[in-house]
C-alpha cells in the first residue's frame, strides 16, 4: 500500500478518468506520505488540508519567504501571505459582491436560455458548445471589460493553466510565467481604457487609495481572467455531468430558492475543479506526526479532502440539502478564492434555468477529461438537452 505515494502520477489516464479511489487509497495512508514525483508532502484529509491553509506562520502561499524567487509578474493576491496579504484581498472580495449584482444573475439568465435554445438537436459536447463559451462571455460581463478576443486571450490562459502543473511538467513554468506578463500588459490597457465609474476601475482606485502597488492589482485581475479559462467553465462542465449521470438530481433535490444558491456549493465539493494547491514550509516544522523541513512543499489535495468521510456524510453522493458545506475547493480562510464569488452565480443561474425549463439530460456517451493535473476540466461532454 505504501507503494502508491511513490507510482502516483495525477495525468495518468486512469487517474484522469476517475481520480477518487486513488484520493481514497492515499487518505488510507493515514497522514502526509512523502512523494519524489511531487518533491512534495501530500494531504488528503480535511483536517490536514485545513489546518495548513489556515497556518500562515509555518506555511506560506508566498514562496519567497521560504527562499524561493518569485518572478514579480507571479506576485498576485493568490501568492501574497498576510499582513501584505490582507488589503489586495479586501478589495476584491468588496468590489467582486459589488459586480455579482441582480443585474447581472438576470442578464446571465438571459443569455444562458438564449445559449440553451441556440444548441442543435442531439448530443453535442457541451464543454465547447456551452460552457466555455458561456464562461468566456461571463467573465468580461461581470468585470465590465470588453469581450474577449479568444484568438489572443485563449493561447495566454492555456499557458498558464498549463503552468499550475509546472510540478510536474516544469518545461511548462517559462511560458506561464511569459503568459502572465502578457495578460497583466492586456488588463492595464483594457483599464486604461474604462470610464473612471466602470467597477473594474473603481476596483483599481481603491487599491491604489488603499497604498496597494499597482502591479499586484494587475496581476490579482489576470486570476480573474484566467478564472474564466478554468475553475468557472470547469465547475459548470463538472456540475452539469453529475447531473447527466443523476438525473433524479434535478428533479428531486433542486426547488426552492435556498437550495438553488446552496447547490453550487455542493457541486463545488463532489467535483473540485480545482484539485489542490502547494505550500512551502517557512521553517522545520512538525505536522501530523511528520517532520517538514523548511523549504519542502505541502500539497493539499482539495478533491480528496473534500470526500474525506470523516468530515462529510457520505461523501461519494451528491446531497443538496448538505449545510453548511466547508468544502475545500477554493481554499479556506484568508486565502479563500474571492473569485468564487463569480463562479457560484453562473452555476447558481445555470442550474435555475435548468430547472424553470425542466431540462432533462441525457449523456451520450463517456466523457473525457483534459490532461491536467490542477485544473479537473472535461474536454469533450457528449450531452443531449430536452425541455
Known amino acids: 500500500m505504501t507503494d502508491l505515494i511513490d507510482t502516483y502520477d495525477p495525468l495518468d489516464p486512469e487517474t484522469l478518468k476517475d481520480p477518487y479511489p486513488t484520493y481514497e ?109 458561456l464562461a468566456r462571455w461571463f467573465i468580461p460581463q461581470a468585470l465590465g471589460l470588453p469581450e474577449f478576443d479568444l484568438e489572443v486571450i485563449r493561447p495566454i490562459a492555456a499557458a498558464i493553466t498549463q503552468a499550475m502543473d ?23 490597457t483594457w483599464v486604461g481604457e474604462l470610464e473612471p465609474r466602470a467597477p473594474l476601475r473603481e476596483l483599481v482606485d481603491r487599491a491604489t487609495e488603499a497604498g496597494i502597488p499597482r502591479a499586484a492589482t494587475m496581476n490579482s485581475l489576470r486570476t480573474l481572467v484566467v478564472n474564466g479559462f478554468t475553475a468557472v467553465p470547469a465547475s459548470l462542465g463538472n456540475a452539469l455531468h453529475a ?56 500539497l493539499m489535495m482539495f ?7 470523516a468530515h462529510f456524510t457520505e461523501p461519494d453522493r451528491i446531497d443538496l440539502g448538505r449545510w453548511p458545506n466547508h468544502h475545500l475547493t477554493f481554499g479556506y ?26 431540462a432533462v439530460l441525457r449523456l451520450a456517451e463517456p466523457a473525457t477529461y483534459k490532461k491536467l493535473a490542477t485544473v479537473r476540466t472535461l474536454e469533450i461532454l457528449p450531452l443531449e438537452i430536452t425541455f
Open 333 to 358: 480562510g484568508a486565502h479563500a478564492c474571492s473569485g468564487s464569488i463569480l463562479a457560484h452565480m453562473l452555476l447558481r443561474e445555470v442550474l435555475t434555468v435548468l430547472l424553470e425549463r425542466g
Open 25 to 133: 487509497a492515499l487518505r488510507a495512508l493515514g497522514g502526509p506520505v512523502w512523494s519524489d514525483r511531487l518533491d512534495s508532502w501530500v494531504l488528503t484529509s480535511y483536517e490536514h488540508c485545513k489546518s495548513v491553509l489556515l497556518d500562515h506562520e509555518n506555511f506560506a502561499a508566498d514562496w519567497r519567504r521560504a527562499g524561493e524567487i518569485v518572478p514579480d509578474v507571479s506576485l498576485s493576491v493568490h501568492t501574497f501571505d498576510p499582513p501584505e496579504h490582507t488589503g489586495i484581498y479586501g478589495v476584491l472580495a468588496h468590489s467582486l459582491m459589488e459586480m455579482a449584482s441582480d443585474d447581472l444573475a438576470k442578464r446571465a439568465r438571459a443569455e444562458i436560455a438564449a445559449r440553451l435554445d441556440a444548441l442543435p438537436a442531439g448530443p453535442v459536447n457541451l464543454v465547447s458548445e456551452f460552457t466555455e463559451p
Open 166 to 188: 509546472g510540478g510536474l511538467v516544469p518545461s511548462a513554468r517559462k511560458p506561464g510565467v511569459e503568459a502572465q506578463g502578457r495578460l497583466a500588459d492586456l488588463i492595464e
Open 243 to 298: 447531473l447527466a449521470r443523476d438525473p433524479r438530481i434535478l428533479a428531486e433535490q433542486l426547488g426552492d430558492p435556498v437550495t438553488l444558491d446552496r447547490a453550487p456549493h455542493e457541486f463545488f465539493r463532489f467535483e473540485a475543479p480545482i484539485q489542490g494547491t502547494t505550500r512551502l514550509a517557512v521553517r522545520d516544522t512538525e505536522l501530523a506526526g511528520v517532520q517538514v523541513l523548511r523549504g519542502q512543499g505541502v
Open 303 to 309: 478533491a480528496a479532502a473534500n470526500r474525506d468521510p
